[in-house]
């Protein structure tokens, strides 16, 4: 079965270090990857879009990488702050539908 | 623009009771979706549609129905409520139109409680 695996323990990291997140993902062939941030009570925000194609992106402080060949994708946050603290969440398309179906997230809490 | 609105915020259901939750998108998206939510989980998707007078079922439909009459709206039905519908709920949309428009926009949520 098509599986999208985030690891459920939360992330906890000192203020400047980077974080790295991690999606693994089984029975997929996606055309791309999408990174999403939750904050609580919220609803979800798009962070990021990779393409299959695609090794390496990056926006300001965020970069990820995706590996067809691993079905894995990285989601790093460099230096970062207590307001990067929230729940991340990666998304892939089923099938080439456009249609995004999601992990369970990954909580990052960053102490000052 | 207001992006993606859904009313009500918090609702609670008595058993076997039935209610819609509405949700208006005002960026001329073709798709909308449902997503539940459980605590600690992942957005489960409920139902979806590609346009206007076009709906699918998503990983978890039962107990829940919708409609897409308009591009900007699409209503979530709920009958009979059951205690495993107690959830929040996210619609959201994305133009759907190529990989480079599939970001999704979200709804601020509904807080649903069956009792």
């Known amino acids: 079965s098509q599986k999208i695996e985030q690891n459920s323990e939360a992330l906890n990291i000192q203020e400047g270090k980077t974080a790295t997140l991690t999606c693994n993902y089984t029975n997929y062939s996606p055309a791309y990857l999408q990174w999403y941030r939750q904050d609580p009570g919220r609803g979800p925000v798009f962070l990021l879009l990779i393409r299959e194609n695609e090794k390496e992106k990056r926006k300001e402080r965020l970069k990820v990488t995706f590996d067809t060949t691993l079905k894995q994708s990285l989601f790093h946050i460099t230096a970062s702050q207590p307001a990067d603290s929230a729940t991340y969440l990666c998304?892939?398309?089923?099938?080439?539908?456009?249609?995004?179906?999601f992990g369970r997230g990954t909580s990052l809490i960053v102490h000052p | 623009n207001a992006g993606v609105t859904q009313t009500p915020k918090f609702r609670i259901l008595k058993i076997g009771q039935s209610m819609t939750l509405q949700c208006a998108q005002d960026m001329n998206h073709n798709y909308m979706y449902w997503y539940r939510q459980d605590p600690g989980m992942g957005l489960k998707l409920i139902y979806y549609s590609v346009g206007a007078g076009i709906t699918d079922k998503g990983e978890v439909p039962n107990g829940y129905n919708v409609s897409r009459s308009t591009t900007e709206d699409f209503p979530l039905r709920l009958e009979l409520a059951a205690p495993s519908q107690t959830s929040v709920y996210f619609c959201?949309?994305?133009?759907?139109?190529?990989?480079?428009?599939?970001?999704?926009?979200f709804g601020q949520g509904t807080r649903l409680t069956v009792v």
């Open positions: 959201a949309s994305s133009d759907g139109q190529g990989i480079m428009n599939t970001e999704a926009f």
């Open positions: 998304a892939l398309d089923k099938g080439g539908s456009y249609i995004p179906t």
